[in-house]
């Protein structure tokens, strides 16, 4: 797909690279960012519930699901000189070791204003199911025209 500002429409999509979770990427990602809450490594410690959830063993961490994104918009924009400017996300599915998850951007609106070109993406992970993982929106910034 194209990302010349001049030639994006409203639905068209952007697919990202997908990923195989596995116990190793998990704790590389919790080394990353050092974060070592027990949700992302101790089996043991999900045996018990949270509240009325029970994820029946270690989950992804969420951010990892945002830098996927990240990754699909930058991969996407930066060929064009176009800058990932806000992303939010929402985790709404757990994500476990053995899943694999792709993200996938669909251009929602774009705006052209005194200083600048902006789209804005509705971004969503679905995993091998075909289940959403993870929702939110991203705002990429074009340069002016010439």
């Known amino acids: 797909m194209s990302t010349n500002f001049e030639t994006l429409n409203a639905g068209d999509t952007i697919d990202g690279p997908s990923f195989a979770v596995s116990r190793e990427s998990i704790r590389l990602f919790c080394d990353g960012s050092l974060d070592y809450n027990p949700l992302h490594l101790d089996d043991d410690y999900m ?5 009325k959830t029970n994820f029946g063993g270690i989950i992804m961490h969420g951010m990892n699901n945002f ?20 992303l939010e996300t929402r985790w709404v599915k757990p ?17 052209v204003t005194q200083k600048s070109r902006w789209v804005l993406i509705d971004v969503l992970v679905k995993n091998q199911h075909d289940e959403k993982v993870a929702t939110g929106e991203a705002m990429v910034e074009f340069p002016t025209a010439a």
Request: glycine share 12%; net charge positive; charged share 25%.
């Open 47 to 51: 045996k018990n519930s949270f509240g």
């Open 67 to 86: 830098g996927l994104i990240t990754r699909m918009l930058t991969d996407w924009a930066y060929p064009a000189g176009a800058i990932h400017r806000r």
């Open 95 to 111: 994500v476990k070791p053995g899943d694999t998850i792709r993200p996938v951007g669909i251009i929602k609106a774009k705006q």
